[in-house]
Every structure is written in structure tokens, then in C-alpha cells.
């Protein structure tokens, strides 16, 4: 085969010429995904993601340490003790827009533990430049975080796959407020958590998208709380703040709130009774170009300044 084929290239060459044939290129190598801090590789096999119900926030764990969903889903909204593991865990997050449009994903917050300086904030603010959900995945590009208080630098090297653990509810009573509307920038918000504490001379009354009790730490996970500052009998509200993931900032005012009106249920305890607060709350205000709606009755677990639940409840909405 080789004579023929140098017969040929000479006959050819004769004519027209006959060039050798260039070998084709070596694919390029597939890129592989992993994890660098300060220019150095970490292996991270475990690469999951989980979120809180009813919310639409994610934290992604990445563990060089076996680590399955059922383990993670069981802690949550915990972290799962990992020993001398190397474990980076961060919050991406859907900010909520004025206009009621949910923006692109952006990140929240890192911890980093490497099994030696123990557990602490690893980054702030990072670039991301996409995420996907589906088919039992979240796909994560281009993300890259500089540490808040070293030089280091963590990055994600190629695409990071992270299997979907699915969203778990909150440990914290459930308490729906089936006759309250709220709304934000006209989407509808459901209400799963109402309480009254004392603030300070005031009090505060707080709803949350997310089941919440007196004991509450609100931290990554919840996606949309409000905060009412009341005062005053009848109680007036005099300061009013969104609050959560879902708010880059926190849109809140403290004057021109009299359209937000309070009206004790006759059978309710003022701010400093005992028992559950029942109250209507009526009125539409503006907080930083965020239009929010109330209107409705509501019951809220009353909390003393220990953070327990004061007076008797239904044991449907007893505090954990």
C-alpha cells in the first residue's frame, strides 16, 4: 500500500505537485472542574446543594469527606460536624426586584473549614457569572471569591455540578396566616411565621416567609422577613423593614408609615399582654421603591425578652 501510494505522489508531482498531508490536531483536553485555593487544587468529591422550603436560596457544600444528601438534609439547617474534612459551603442567592422580577443568581456569603484554623466567613462577594437548576443538579459557572481577611483566593476551575438535595422545612412550627395578604412589588407573599417581641421601648412584630419561633436565628435561608416596629397605645408602626436573601439592601422607612394602620382584636392583649397577639393590619406603603401591601387579620407568638413563648398557646402553634 505505501509504494502505491508513493507511485501516486510522484506521478502527481509531475503535474500539479504533491504536499504531504498534515496530521490532524490532538483534541484539547477536556477541562477539569476543581476547586482552588490559593493557586493550589483541593479535591472536593462531594458537591451538594440544599435549600430551605418555600424559599429559593441555595447553599452549595463542597467536602473532601464523604458527605451524602440524607446526612445533610437531617442537619440542616445545621452543619453537618466534618472533623478534620476541608469543607467550603456557600449561599447563592435570586435578589427580588422593585419591579417584582426575580434578578439573575448572585453570591451571599462563604465558610471555609480546613480541619486546622477551624470554621469561618471565607468571602463576602465573588463573581459568578451563571447557575442552572435541573435534572437533579445545580450547575454553577465561573465563580471566584477573594477572601475577606487573607490573600488567599478560592475559585472554581471549569463547570461545578452539584447534586440537588431538594429543600427541607424548617424544624420551627408552622403558623399560617390564612387571613393575611401580603404582597411585595405586586408578587404575593405567603406568611408561615408571625411573632411579637419587645424591642427595646417598642416592639417589634415580625413575618416571615419561612417558619420562625422566639429562638430564631435568621441567618442564610430565609429569603423574606418583615419587620414592624410598633409603639404607642393603640399601637402605631413606626418603623418598617424587609429583610432577607432576597434583598441586596434593606429597604425600610421610618416616617410616613401612618397608612399602615393596627387594630387590636377585642378579645386580644395589648403589646404588653400575655397570650397570642391578634391584630388586623390594613394600609400599602413604599420602602425604597419596593410597593408593599397588608391587609388582614393576623396572630402572632408572643416572646418575652428570654426569647420563649409567653402565655399559653395551641399546641398547633406551640414554640420548639
Request: glycine share 10%; charged share 25%.
Amino acid at each position: 500500500m505505501s509504494r502505491v501510494l508513493l507511485i501516486l505522489c510522484v506521478s502527481l508531482s509531475l503535474s500539479s505537485g504533491c504536499k504531504e498531508q498534515e496530521p490532524l490536531p490532538e483534541p484539547a483536553p477536556t477541562p477539569k472542574s476543581v476547586l482552588m485555593v490559593a493557586d493550589k487544587s483541593v479535591e472536593t468529591p462531594v458537591r451538594l446543594a440544599i435549600g430551605t422550603k418555600g424559599e429559593s436560596s441555595l447553599r452549595v457544600v463542597l467536602s473532601s469527606a464523604p458527605l451524602t444528601c440524607a446526612k445533610l438534609r437531617k442537619s440542616y439547617p445545621e452543619r453537618p460536624a466534618s472533623g478534620k474534612a476541608f469543607v467550603l459551603d456557600f449561599w447563592l442567592v435570586r435578589p427580588l426586584e422593585a419591579d417584582g422580577k426575580l434578578g439573575d443568581w448572585t453570591f451571599r456569603s462563604a465558610y471555609l473549614e480546613d480541619g486546622e484554623d477551624g470554621r469561618g466567613l471565607a468571602a463576602r462577594a465573588a463573581l459568578l457569572d451563571g447557575v442552572r437548576e435541573g435534572n437533579g443538579k445545580v450547575s454553577i459557572q465561573g465563580l471566584d471569591m477573594a477572601l475577606g481577611d487573607g490573600p488567599r483566593e478560592i475559585l472554581w476551575d471549569g463547570q461545578l455540578d452539584a447534586e440537588d438535595c431538594g429543600r427541607v422545612a424548617r424544624e420551627e412550627a408552622d403558623r399560617p396566616q390564612p387571613t393575611l395578604t401580603w404582597s411585595i412589588a405586586d408578587q404575593p407573599i405567603e406568611v408561615h411565621g408571625a411573632s411579637l417581641r419587645p424591642d427595646g421601648p417598642r416592639y417589634l412584630l415580625r413575618f416571615s416567609r419561612a417558619p420562625h419561633n422566639c429562638n430564631t436565628v435568621f441567618t442564610e435561608g430565609y429569603d423574606v422577613y418583615l419587620d414592624l416596629a410598633l409603639d404607642g397605645d393603640p399601637p402605631k408602626v413606626v418603623l418598617a423593614s424587609l429583610n432577607g436573601d432576597q434583598f441586596p439592601s434593606t429597604p425600610s422607612r421610618s416616617g410616613g408609615l401612618d397608612a399602615l394602620r393596627i387594630e387590636l382584636d377585642p378579645k386580644s392583649e395589648g403589646l404588653d399582654g400575655s397570650g397570642h397577639f391578634k391584630a388586623k393590619i390594613d394600609g400599602d406603603v413604599d420602602l425604597r421603591g419596593y410597593k408593599m401591601k397588608l391587609h388582614g387579620a393576623f396572630e402572632a407568638l408572643r416572646c418575652t425578652l428570654r426569647g420563649e413563648s409567653a402565655g399559653p398557646s395551641p399546641s398547633s402553634s406551640a414554640g420548639r
